[in-house]
Structure formats: structure tokens, C-alpha cells
């Protein structure tokens, strides 16, 4: 099972404010912060790319995750389309995450 870590990177001197996804195979991606009304959208978004990188998106049954965030960071488990529990985010086809 993969899990994928996303984390918040502030800007520096060098480079900008992005969004760093890891997953547990060592994967990473990173993308530039974008400014939203609400934080979490980047993080799917980050999530979401990394998921395609990585050749998920393809899997039939897994395109609902498990979202978590602990210490400022967020945490991203899938599961099976069947499976009951609470919150769960929606993966759509579009990276937009409308």
C-alpha cells in the first residue's frame, strides 16, 4: 500500500512557496503554492499529481483516499470504493479538484 505525505515549504530566497508530495516508495513531487480560500485544495492538488506520477490513477476501486493532517502536514491513504467510513475525498478526473 502506498500512503502519500504532503507538506507545506515556505518560500526562501532561491525558490517559492510550494507544496512537497512524498509517498512511502520515496516519490517525490513538488508544486508551487497557490494562494485559495481554503489550504487543503493544494494539497489534494499535490496529492493528486503525484498519484498520476506514481501510475495510480489507473487502478480501478482506489480513487476515493483516506485525508488526515497531523502537525501541519497532510497524510493520504486510498481505499476501496467499497469500504464505509467518514471522510473521504473524491479523486476526479480532472486535476482541478472543482
Known amino acids: 500500500m502506498i500512503v502519500i505525505r504532503t507538506r507545506y515549504k515556505r518560500a526562501t530566497n532561491h525558490q517559492g512557496a ?9 516519490v517525490t513531487l513538488a508544486m508551487p503554492y497557490y494562494e ?3 489550504e487543503i485544495d493544494n494539497h489534494k492538488q499535490a496529492c493528486y499529481l503525484l498519484w498520476r506520477k506514481l501510475g ?5 476501486g482506489y480513487n476515493k483516499m483516506y485525508a488526515g493532517e497531523f502537525n501541519g502536514e497532510y ?3 486510498p481505499i476501496d470504493n ?3 467510513h467518514c471522510r473521504i475525498i473524491q479523486f476526479d478526473s480532472q486535476p482541478e479538484w472543482v
Open 18 to 26: 510550494r507544496i512537497v508530495a512524498r509517498s512511502s516508495n520515496g
Open 36 to 38: 485559495s480560500s481554503l
Open 56 to 60: 495510480l490513477d489507473y487502478i480501478a
Open 75 to 77: 497524510y493520504w491513504i
Open 82 to 84: 467499497g469500504s464505509p
